[in-house]
């Protein structure tokens, strides 16, 4: 088992990697990619699309939290293959599983799903590759 030191973690690429899921939710989301196709699968109209100053702090938090821990199980990665290694089994291995389990059972359109999926790994990809290959 890895032991994990808290006083060891890059905070400064954490700070980044919640910063780049910030940034990449934004990009992903947006009407030229996938923005649209995500609003119709929820019914949204544009003006139903947006979220309150405090859902982007909360998502912030959150980014941070993930980034933290995943530095924390990435401590002693030798840089940024192996950080996107170990980003496609977190994201294809624990967290696409689990969302699509939810997305199964409430019904939704596979398209939605895909879009879901997709942000996710490439979130995870990039928090491993940041948070490995700058320690």
Do not use: C
Not at 16 to 30: D, K
Not at 100 to 109: A, D, F, G, V
Not at 115 to 135: C, D, N, P, R, S
């Amino acid at each position: 088992m890895t032991h994990f030191a808290f006083s060891e973690l890059n905070f400064l690429a954490i700070l980044v990697a919640a910063i780049l899921n910030m940034v990449i939710g934004a990009l992903w989301y947006s009407r030229p990619l996938f923005g649209n196709q995500w609003m119709n699968h929820l019914n949204l109209k544009e003006d139903e699309a947006g979220a309150s100053p405090w859902t982007y702090v909360i998502v912030f938090l959150l980014g941070l939290i993930i980034a933290v821990l995943m530095a924390m199980f990435l401590q002693g990665a030798s840089g940024v293959k192996e950080g996107l290694m170990y980003g496609a089994v977190i994201g294809l291995g624990f967290v696409i599983p689990t969302i699509l389990t939810h997305y199964l059972m409430e019904q939704r359109k596979a398209g939605f799903m895909f879009i879901i999926a997709g942000h996710e790994l490439l979130v995870f990809l990039t928090y491993g590759a940041l948070l490995a290959g700058w320690q």
